[in-house]
């Protein structure tokens, strides 16, 4: 029972949901439709989990003023002046209120410097790496600084080549680059279908328990 | 219509915007208690965030609006919300939460595997069958008005593609023909990535210059940031946080980082 | 207003315009059964068109279908009705296009009650004092297969990688070996799992950060199974951060069984796996957190990533940790190359549940996609060849339209 | 000398983070000037805009949020004084939950500075969930779509949109797009059924995807990034800024140059380092 029905849910959804590319009937549709919203419910529904995960990996940790506890503390604190905000503003989060305040002043400037500590980490991960120990890591190493170059404005002023460098980099852009990508699709596109295919058929059950 | 006048809200938060940032940054030292807050803050405020906007977005109209609607069919994906909520309530219920799990993996199992052949499988190969026949015609061998298309560039993306198809054959036994196959798919990957990588460089350096033009006031009108003040709020802000990371580190924090390090 | 309506458009100068000619409605290939093409030739004159539909008869009631357009628009694809569960489209429908004049009101677009008479009295007033073509009867046919040759390859690809699976799976187990190449990437996730026991500290799982939907998600909730299986048998803990709620209680389950699997359930703490946020860069701030806090030896980051993946591994790198990653992102694969010690690409992600877990059943469907691997390869030649003598066939087979 | 470089290479890389933010924050500080070309592409972005008559309306997607602001707001901000400067009137959507925040305030900035009037030389129309079937939706019917503009007032009723009810009545529609949704589909959703007239401006991220499309001819403009974003300003600027206006992307451009200019340099000392010390290594 407490295998066989999940196999069995999943057998039938799965097949259901392949079908929904080959089968345009409208009544069909309908039901796939219906199943993927229910999908996206569920994954609403479990941020609620998400939120009883989040206490009770850290509110303990609180409690008995284990290490970091006082972050821990903050964390939460701020967790819950921002749902409080949120919904009392409700409808109106986009106009003054608590909530816009937050977003506008804490929440973009956090996010958006977290997002820009990439330009510190490209250049310390670029100097590591790019060494041309051999021909891949030199090809490696070439074709991101040619494309350096080139993207910048400097590199086009540069003489004689200030002219063919930008063409040359389009060549790698739209050729050896786009081959490789294609190949990962490709690649990827069939691993996709294996591993749906394993999943349909039961193959792949780690997801479904142990007992 | 611009405010001339800035509340001093605003102002307060232009401050507390530029003291985070530099709280961030302070990570670039190392990890430390300046950071520790911010991150904590960020954790807090996102998912305060992210739930709120997930239920006006979401639970609301696409169920709760529904089941209020009277819309019988709803009654499923609440009972799929209970069972999931199954193992908190109980141990021995908590198998009950498989039926929900298996439901959702099984539907995107299914719609994915078709989505993913179509789009990344048979578009891509579509693409991949060059004219040799009309590259020739217009282009020659390499045009370099053309950025370099041409035969030569249509018979590289055909075997550049197919090469690294094959270095990804599980099956292969290495021998010669497969390794050099494989090592020239390699190359092509390789080239692929360093253009790739050289190519978002430029993307980073700008939100990086993004963040120095808010720490700078250069990114508001000239009378907005005379009210604001950020430069001396940087200025400000920064002391006090290199002052606190001088502090801390005399008094031993960080030490256990540093040595592995 | 209703009657402004019809005052307007009676008061509009006869001559206006010619009505469209040869209209006609056909029933799409592999349709939905919702649809209908029309086409017809665009007057010369006229200003703008707009289409009526009555699902009764020739006679009428005419409802406003679509439109206005402007006059020179020569074919709709007409959608009989947007709400199927509502209302179920009719048997038949009849169609006639009016030409309109510059001086002719829009729709009505009333709510309500009096929609439906003020929808009434503005066709009327439509089909008195415009020209418009006559009724031309279209039938919805709904299809319960999409037959192109697109569709039926993909249908038999899939097919067949199910179709090779199965017979792999009956070759091994009559004895046959089954041979796939080592693949340094994924033995380096079983050493870099002893490592973690060895030095007595965790493993992190990173699974990406995409929503469930994305099948790299679900393949590393498959390749978590096998990994906290390994790591239970290795007596060491792993520690599982998700962005996405729902991700996390599949992964809950999953860490769940593999050390019931392995046969420790009681050592099996759910509080290591850990929801951190659901916004990419406070969940990549947090996960930072565990990897400078909690110092795992061994870093593991297989799913979808975004521009997360850099931090991440480069904050890992200051751990000395071994760092494993895999991803089909094409976007971030680069960093991954550059700042990790193995990475995994594209196809490799997808095998390595089936890899880690030796299980004939599943590695077959390794040898299945090597095989499709090949006929693409040659199709890809094949069509070259083909295209470069003027065929365009194989293009067109591997095209799905719509 | 061979211990230093070995020590050059192995070096805390948080010297590395130093450097990067002075190439980052002294050019800001202390401004120099290297010039730079306008690219084919923004040329072509900018003649499009020139070639509107006075009186005619335009549609704007924005579709970016904070994080690409840096990139795209200067030609967002550009654009708009280019379009109100000719008089060419401006309908806004946008489908990116967090763009209004952002679009809006500088949308009544610069109309203002213009004395445009809201409703009749601009309107903006709100955000659209849906992402591609929002933008099919906007290619059939934009009343149906936006029912009200962003302040509740029926789209239908204002004097701007009489007789604009689908993208393809526009003369051209410009796309500032930060990903998904955005160029991509617009011109793979809507561009061809309709046959518009499309121009992006995207970030440096998106701007070799994007490329075929202006090839194709499928985009009549393209600006890529930072460095399109500086160009389009040199095109509408070439004077220079008028008070209280500020033009960022030409302010960063040379940040960028010096950036880009930082790793490099860290790459070629990096390797000069290495192949120096390789013995010593072994």
């Not at chain 1, 996709?192 to 999943?199: E, N």
């Not at chain 3, 077959?364 to 006929?375: G, T």
């Not at chain 4, 970016?64 to 550009?78: I, N, V």
Request: aromatic content about 10%; some cysteine; overall charge negative.
């Amino acid at each position: 029972m407490k295998r066989t029905v999940p196999l069995i849910l999943t057998f039938l959804v799965g097949l259901f949901m392949v079908g929904e590319y080959f089968i345009p009937h409208y009544r069909y549709r309908i039901w796939t439709a219906e199943f993927l919203e229910w999908g996206v419910i569920l994954a609403a529904a479990a941020f609620v989990l998400g939120l009883i995960n989040l206490i009770q990996v850290n509110l303990p940790k609180v409690l008995k003023r284990e290490r970091d506890w006082g972050y821990k503390l903050v964390m939460l604190i701020a967790l819950a002046v921002t749902l409080v905000a949120g919904f009392t503003a409700g409808e109106h989060r986009d106009g003054p209120s608590v909530y816009k305040w937050v977003y506008d002043y804490t929440f973009v400037p956090l996010n958006a410097t977290m997002f820009a500590l990439l330009a510190f980490y490209i250049a310390s991960a670029a100097f590591r790496a790019f060494k041309a120990r051999n021909l891949e890591a030199a090809l490696l190493l070439g074709a991101a600084i040619i494309v350096m170059v080139a993207r910048v404005p400097a590199g086009e002023s540069l003489p004689v080549i200030g002219d063919y460098l930008p063409r040359f980099m389009n060549w790698i852009m739209d050729v050896p680059n786009i081959a490789a990508r294609r190949a990962i699709f490709i690649g990827a596109a069939l691993g996709a279908v294996a591993t749906g295919l394993r999943v349909i058929l039961g193959l792949e059950r780690s997801h479904l328990g142990a007992d | 219509m611009e405010p001339s006048v800035l509340s001093s809200l605003d102002i307060a938060g232009a401050w507390v915007s530029i003291a985070l940032t530099l709280g961030i940054f302070s990570f670039l030292y190392a990890d430390n208690p300046v950071y520790k807050l911010a991150e904590h803050l960020f954790l807090g405020i996102s998912i305060g965030i992210s739930m709120t906007e997930m239920y006006y977005g979401v639970v609301r109209p696409n169920l709760i609006d529904k089941l209020a609607a009277g819309n019988v069919l709803s009654v499923v994906p609440l009972v799929m919300c209970a069972m999931l909520f199954a193992r908190l309530a109980s141990k021995k219920l908590g198998w009950l939460a498989r039926i929900p799990i298996a439901f959702i993996v099984a539907a995107y199992a299914g719609v994915k595997l078709t989505g993913e052949a179509n789009g990344n499988l048979m578009t891509q190969v579509a693409q991949s069958m060059p004219n040799l026949a009309e590259l020739w015609r217009d282009h020659g061998i390499w045009d370099w008005s053309a950025d370099g298309a041409g035969v030569f560039s249509g018979i590289f993306l055909v075997v550049g593609l197919s090469a690294c198809l094959l270095h990804f054959y599980f099956s292969a036994r290495q021998g010669p023909t497969m390794r050099g196959i494989s090592r020239f798919g390699v190359l092509v990957l390789m080239l692929s990535f360093g253009a790739s990588f050289g190519y978002t460089v430029m993307g980073r350096i700008s939100l990086a210059i993004g963040r120095a033009q808010e720490l700078l006031g250069l990114d508001k009108p000239a009378e907005e940031a005379a009210q604001i003040h950020p430069q001396l709020a940087s200025v400000v802000c920064g002391v006090l946080v290199i002052a606190f990371l001088v502090v801390w580190r005399l008094r031993g924090g960080g030490a256990e980082q540093e040595e592995a390090a | 207003m209703n009657l402004l309506i019809l005052f307007a458009a009676l008061l509009a100068p006869v001559l206006a315009a010619t009505p469209a000619t040869g209209l006609s409605v056909e029933t799409p290939a592999y349709s939905d059964g919702l649809t209908l093409s029309l086409s017809w030739t665009a007057p010369d004159d006229a200003h703008s068109l707009i289409l009526l539909r009555s699902d009764q008869g020739e006679a009428g009631p005419w409802h406003v279908a679509a439109g206005p357009w402007p006059g020179t628009k020569a074919e709709h694809q007409d959608k009989v009705t947007t709400d199927p569960t509502k209302t179920p489209p009719a048997a038949h429908y009849w169609y006639r296009l009016v030409s309109l004049d510059e001086d002719t009101a829009p729709p009505p677009e009333a709510d309500g009650d009096d929609a439906a008479a003020a929808e009434q009295a503005y066709v009327a007033a439509l089909l008195a004092g415009q020209p418009a073509t006559a009724a031309v009867q279209g039938t919805p046919v709904a299809s319960w297969l999409s037959a192109s040759p697109g569709y039926l390859l993909l249908l038999a690809l899939i097919v067949s990688v199910g179709g090779l699976m199965l017979w792999f799976t009956d070759r091994a187990r009559k004895g046959h070996e089954m041979f796939i190449r080592r693949m340094p990437g994924i033995d380096a996730i079983e050493e870099g799992i002893g490592r973690a026991t060895e030095m007595g500290k965790p493993v992190l799982y990173v699974p990406g950060i995409d929503e469930l939907q994305d099948i790299q998600t679900i393949a590393s909730m498959l390749i978590l199974g096998q990994i906290s299986r390994k790591v239970a048998e290795y007596q060491s803990d792993i520690v599982v951060s998700c962005c996405i709620p729902i991700v996390r209680e599949v992964a809950d389950e999953v860490v769940g069984s593999g050390y019931m699997l392995a046969g420790y359930p009681d050592a099996y703490n759910p509080k290591n796996v850990r929801f951190i946020s659901s916004e990419q860069f406070a969940f990549t701030a947090g996960t930072n957190g565990i990897i400078l806090r909690e110092k795992p030896a061994t870093h593991i980051f297989l799913g979808r990533f975004f521009a997360e993946s850099l931090i991440l591994a480069e904050t890992g790198y200051v751990n000395r940790s071994v760092q494993i990653a895999g991803t089909a992102e094409a976007t971030q694969l680069p960093f991954f190359v550059a700042a990790c010690d193995y990475t995994l690409i594209g196809e490799e992600l997808f095998a390595v549940s089936a890899y880690l877990s030796k299980d004939p059943r599943l590695v077959s469907s390794l040898k299945a996609s090597d095989y499709v691997k090949v006929f693409v390869v040659v199709m890809l030649v094949v069509g070259t060849i083909a295209a470069s003598f003027g065929s365009s066939f194989f293009i067109e087979l591997f095209t799905i339209s719509g | 000398m061979l211990k230093l470089l070995l020590r050059f290479q192995h070096m805390d890389r948080r010297w590395i983070f130093l450097g990067m933010g002075l190439s980052i924050l002294l050019p800001l500080v202390f401004p120099i000037n290297f010039g730079f070309k306008v690219d084919e592409r923004v040329q072509a972005l900018y003649d499009s805009v020139e070639a509107l008559e006075p009186g005619d309306t335009v549609l704007i997607s924005a579709d970016f949020d904070p994080a690409s602001r840096p990139e795209l707001e200067p030609f967002y901000r550009a654009n708009l004084e280019h379009l109100f400067r000719q008089d060419v009137n401006v309908v806004m959507v946008s489908l990116w939950e967090f763009a209004p925040p952002l679009v809006v305030p500088i949308l009544d900035e610069v109309a203002a500075r213009h004395g445009k009037v809201y409703g009749k030389d601009y309107v903006f129309l709100g955000y659209k969930p849906g992402k591609e079937l929002a933008i099919k939706a906007i290619g059939e019917n934009i009343p149906k779509t936006f029912p009200t503009d962003s302040k509740g007032t029926p789209t239908e009723e204002l004097p701007i949109m009489k007789g604009f009810k689908q993208a393809k009545d526009f003369p051209l529609l410009i796309n500032v797009s930060a990903g998904f949704p955005g160029t991509r589909e617009y011109v793979l959703q809507i561009q061809g059924q309709y046959n518009l007239k499309i121009a992006s401006a995207c970030t440096a991220v998106s701007a070799p995807d994007y490329i075929p499309f202006y090839k194709a001819g499928q985009l009549t403009g393209l600006a890529g990034g930072m460095p399109g974003s500086a160009q389009y300003e040199k095109l509408v600027y070439p004077d220079g800024p008028p008070d209280g206006v500020r033009l960022l992307a030409s302010q960063a451009i040379n940040v960028l140059n010096l950036g880009h200019l930082y790793i490099i340099g860290l790459i070629v000392l990096g390797n000069i380092a290495f192949f120096l010390t390789r013995r010593l290594e072994d």
